[in-house]
T-cell receptor
Framework: DSGVTQTPKHLITATGQRVTLRCSPR?????VYWYQQSLDQGLQFLIQ???????AKGNILERFSAQQFPDLHSELNLSSLELGDSALYFC?????????????FGNGTRLTVT | AQSVAQPEDQVNVAEGNPLTVKCTYS??????LFWYVQYPNRGLQFLLK??????LVKGSYGFEAEFNKSQTSFHLKKPSALVSDSALYFC???????????FGKGTKLSVKP
């Protein structure tokens, strides 16, 4: 068990809807990362937060947003959902931001858009 | 721009035989290299990393990886494969002090009894 908790495990929703994915990092980890995993695109980096501040953005759509709260948990908000948004969404955390630090991943939220 | 390539979608090995999962990378600056494993319906688990020093890095579950700067490669190896090693393996790279962790497409390892 990595210590990173993601909820819910599964989410089924319709096109056009909005969902919120939640992540609790490992105890003591200040940095949170969100990744999207799909069959055609592989693992794509979406966004990173460190101690409440946005630090880096990857291939994140404008319909998606995220935040990290004072208690360090993070939420990823996906709106105006499309069929192509169906994927596994992973949260990962690390103690600090140094490039030496490995990321510790949660078990993901599987989003199905119908 | 940094990138990582895993040239094999799938690697098949007999139990007890050595295994190699290949990875090549492209970064500017010194590379920070990682291997992760993903079991079905689970998140990625960290196996090992190369930051600096010895080119042969030892990690979890008997895995090791060899860093080769001239060939820009970081191949994952294990002397004797187990059926339980069957999973999806990801190589990842981060270039220098900046940049995010970029993952390869993954290689499915299948170990048959």
């Amino acid at each position: 068990d990595s210590g990173v908790t993601q909820t819910p495990k599964h989410l089924i929703t319709a096109t056009g809807q909005r969902v919120t994915l939640r992540c609790s990092p490992r105890s003591g980890d200040l940095s949170v990362y969100w990744y999207q995993q799909s069959l055609d695109q592989g693992l794509q980096f979406l966004i990173q937060y460190y101690n409440g501040e946005e630090r880096a953005k990857g291939n994140i759509l404008e319909r998606f947003s995220a935040q990290q709260f004072p208690d360090l948990h993070s939420e990823l908000n996906l709106s105006s959902l499309e069929l192509g948004d169906s994927a596994l969404y992973f949260c990962a955390s690390s103690v600090v931001e140094t490039p030496r630090s490995p990321l510790h991943f949660g078990n993901g939220t599987r989003l199905t858009v119908t | 721009a940094q990138s990582v390539a895993q040239p094999e979608d799938q690697v098949n090995v007999a139990e007890g035989n050595p295994l190699t999962v290949k990875c090549t990378y492209s970064v500017s600056g010194n590379p920070y290299l990682f291997w992760y494993v993903q079991y079905p319906n689970r998140g990625l688990q960290f196996l090992l990393k190369y930051i600096t020093g010895d080119n042969l890095v030892k990690g979890s579950y008997g895995f090791e990886a060899e860093f080769n700067k001239s060939q820009t490669s970081f191949h994952l190896k294990k002397p004797s494969a187990l059926v339980s090693d069957s999973a999806l393996y990801f190589c990842a790279v981060r270039g220098g002090s900046q940049g995010n962790l970029i993952f390869g497409k993954g290689t499915k390892l299948s170990v048959k009894p």
